[in-house]
Each structure stands twice: as C-alpha cells, then as structure tokens.
C-alpha cells in the first residue's frame, strides 16, 4: 500500500516533542479561563479519534497511533462528530454517513451532509436543508433555504430573507424573525434585525427574545464565536489616520463585552480571536500578541504571527519571512522555528488556514 503522506506528517511533532498538556483534567488546572462547559466539549472531542486520509484519490481514516481503522474507499469525507463522519459514495455521489466501526450508519442518499451536532445534522436535497437525527430519520424535512447546526438546544433556520429559531424537535420557538444570526453560545446567540427592525443588533436568549442590544456605536461580530469564557468580540469604525488610509484596510478595531453588553476588552485592536483555550490572539499595526479577558497583556504584540493555543501552545513567526515554531504562554518558544507553512490540503478536510492545521491536539500536531 501507498505511504499515506497526511498521516506521516499528523504525527511527526507529538512523536518529536509531546505536549504539557494532554488532558481535559491538566488543561482545567492550567487555565484559569477555560469555562467547565469548555472542559466538557475538549473531553467529548477526545472520543473522536480517528483522521482523514487520502490514498490513490479515495479517502478512509487512521487512529491516533497512525494505523488504519476504515480503509481509503469514500470519493470524500468529514471529520467524524458525535461518532458519525459524512462520507461521499463513490458511485453516485451522494452522501451519508459512516461509524468508527466502518460500517455504514446513514445511507448515502443526500446531496450534502455536514456534522453532527446535539444528534442533529444539516443535510441538502435537491438544493434545501433540513435535520436528521443519528438513525437518519428527518426531525425538519429539507424544505428551506439555509440552516445553522444544533448549539444548546437551538437552530436557525432561513426562509426567503429571514431566520427563525427551532428546538430539538424542529418545532419553531415562536414568531419573531432575525436579519442575521448566529448559534448560541453560553446561552446567547448574536443577531441582526429582529422582526421589522433591520437596523437592531444585539444577543438573543433561548426563548428568542433580546437579551440585550448593542450600543449605537457598536456592532456585532456576526460570523465570529459569539460568547466564550463570558466574552464576545465586538467592532466600531477605526478612527482615521494617515497609515490607515494608505493601506486601504482594517476599516474596524476590536474589543470584547461581557453577557450584560459591557466593554471589557478596550476596543482598539485590529484583530482578535476568542478561540483560544486561555486567552485572546490579538493583532495591533501588524504584530501579534494575546491579553487575558480582562485586556491585560499576557503576550507584547512582537510576533508577526501567532496562532491560536491549544493545549497551551500556538504557532508563532517571529519576524515576517521566518519559520514558525510553537510558544508557549509565556510567550517563549518551547518548539524552535524549524517549519514553513505554506501550503493548502486538498478536499473536504482542507482547514480554513494552513497554519490553522499545526494546532495540538491530543498532543499531536501537522508538521512539515
């Protein structure tokens, strides 16, 4: 059989260095930020150990420990969730489902399928999304135009130009209609547009109902996390200045509110990212760097980039050109620049970034 290059290189820095943290017991004691609903979800996605992989064009999925547990046979694939992975038929085209056992769970008889989330997944058919549940059953049948996974209960759907929430059961919580939405997160969902009021921005709760509004300078990051740790990111319009101008970018700076909508986080960064285990990565006139959720420097702004931590280390550059390494939160690297990232997968499991792929998980992390 083929040298399946993916899972050679999944396993090349957990094999060199190990991780401090490998654990969802460790990595509460080490982190003061980590919230015990995180800890619960960082303990569930330790169950989903298998990993894509791609040989002569057909897609299957090694363990952690590199051995091969569903031989290369799917023309596509997903990551596994909630021990399910989509899979795409060779032969039709269609998707369904597979379990970590190998065997078809879900028939392929959908023309998209996305993870499952809360038991319930976004399946498409003849171009509408409904929900079925881990038997494959229908729970909302595919009759609208886009739906957002299960959190906490909750789902979005959109018919013509509106979003309307749903429960478990696919039941419509009540009447009111959203612009923009996003999914819940520790209790609130972030919106745009509520009923008839277009230009209304702010949080729901799970009754669908404002929580709290926006103040009229501020806006909701709509497409970001939404709620972590009792964080959210929000943005106002930059003040303007010479530099700004020249380079025709970041039109907005960032802060962070708390649940009850106010500014804890100083909104003056150019970028700043809540996906961290611990911290915020932020980014101010081109460095990186990361604050506490508070707003206290834990990291100077010195790198040119930095990545998101996970199991307390990030990929970092020192300066632009450089390879990457890995720092702890300490700012200090523990992995020696030796790396260069500079390349895309291929297929479904292609990440949204290539740095994004170096992350540590389990105490492996993609190496090159």
Sequence with gaps: MKTHTRYRVLLLVGLLYGCSITNANTLKESCEFV????????????????????????WGFIDANGGIKIEPQFKDVDQFSEGLAAFKSPWDGRWG?????????????????????????????????????????????PLYDNARRFSEGRAFILTGSSWRMIDQN???????????????????????????EHDMSGYLNKEGEIAFLMADDLGVHIENIGFSNGRAIVSRPAPLSLSRFLDFSWDKVYGAIDPSGQVVVPIKYDYISLHSECVAVVQRNGRYGAIDLDGNVVIPLRYSYLGEFHEGLAVAQKHEGEKYGYINLEGKFVIEPLQDIDYPFQGSYQLQNSSDSRNFYRGKALFR
């Design 35 to 58: 919230s015990e609903q995180q800890v619960l979800k960082i303990q569930a996605s330790l169950d989903d150990s298998l990993f894509p992989i791609v040989d002569d064009g057909l």
């Design 97 to 141: 489902y597979v379990n970590t056992g190998g065997d078809v769970a879900i028939e392929a008889v959908f023309d998209a399928a996305s993870r499952f989330y809360e038991g319930r997944a976004v399946v498409i058919v003849d171009g509408n999304r409904g929900f079925i549940n881990a038997d494959g059953e229908y729970i909302l049948r």
């Design 170 to 196: 696919g039941e419509f919580i009540n009447q009111n209609s959203y612009k923009q939405v996003n999914s819940f997160h520790e209790g609130l969902a972030s919106f745009v547009g509520f009923n008839n």
